[in-house]
């Protein structure tokens, strides 16, 4: 499907096909938004076809990469990621590593919760203003230097806004009507028709669950606008 061929699916949808209420470029931020949601709805499984996989060797040190000048040690990421689905310490004896967010790092100085290689944590420094080469940045405690190789699985962006008309929308085939759905839900909301998002929110969280519950025992809420975490 291209960029193109979903504008005209999602205009007839809100019954837009002659453009005279939004442009392309008004559906533009609500896509993204729609695919956020959708993103952070779906069980990975059901999100092979974006998630990508890369063995990197444990990097050293500058400071400057991770903004942080307790920790020297980091991997880098070939590309941007939308979120990071599992970290994992390779060798001998393989573990995964724990997520923690930033704000937490502090309590993890206290020497019972201190990570060791038996219990390594990972984070990323996603502060205010990060540049996308910094976003691509992992860094992890306690210590390890090379020669050690991290398995990193990870969701990739989408940028549908960069996109041609022409060019390919590289999203999850059993996913485009949730996401039509979903976007149209977050229009209808926009313009106060509540009653119609909730309908459209429904037909597309209802396609989310149907796929997610594959691998879950639980579906997602269908609160319009409200983006879920996956569990």
């Known amino acids: 499907m291209t960029k193109g061929t ?56 500058p400071e400057s990469v991770t903004n942080d000048k307790d920790v020297d040690t980091y991997i880098m990421l070939s590309e941007e990621p939308f979120d990071i689905v599992s970290v994992k310490i390779l060798g001998e ?33 996603h502060l205010s203003g990060m540049t996308e080469e910094v ?10 230097g090379p020669p050690t190789t991290v398995e990193v699985l990870y969701l990739k962006q989408i940028n549908f806004t960069s996109l041609g008309n022409n060019d390919e929308f590289e999203f999850e085939q059993t996913l485009v009507d949730a996401l039509s759905y979903i976007v149209e839900g ?33 579906g997602v809420k269908s609160e319009a606008g409200v983006p879920l975490n996956r569990e």
Not at 95 to 124: C, F, G
Not at 192 to 217: C, D, H, P, W, Y
């Open 135 to 144: 976003s691509k940045v992992i860094s992890l405690r306690p210590p390890m």
């Open 186 to 218: 977050l229009i209808w909301k926009s313009d106060g028709r509540l009653n119609e998002s909730g309908v459209a929110m429904e037909m597309g969280t209802q396609i989310v669950n149907m796929l997610n519950q594959k691998f879950l025992n639980t």
């Open 93 to 125: 004896a393989q573990r995964y590593a724990t997520e923690v967010n930033i704000s937490d790092l502090k309590k993890y100085e206290n020497k019972y919760l201190h990570p060791t290689m038996d219990s390594p944590i990972w984070y990323q420094t």
């Open 6 to 61: 979903f504008y005209t699916k999602l205009r007839r949808q809100i019954k837009d096909t002659g453009k005279l209420s939004y442009t392309d470029s008004d559906l533009d931020s609500y896509i993204e938004e729609g695919i956020r949601f959708v993103l952070n709805s779906t069980h990975p499984n059901v999100l092979k076809n974006h998630i990508k996989q890369e063995h990197l060797e444990v990097k050293v040190g």
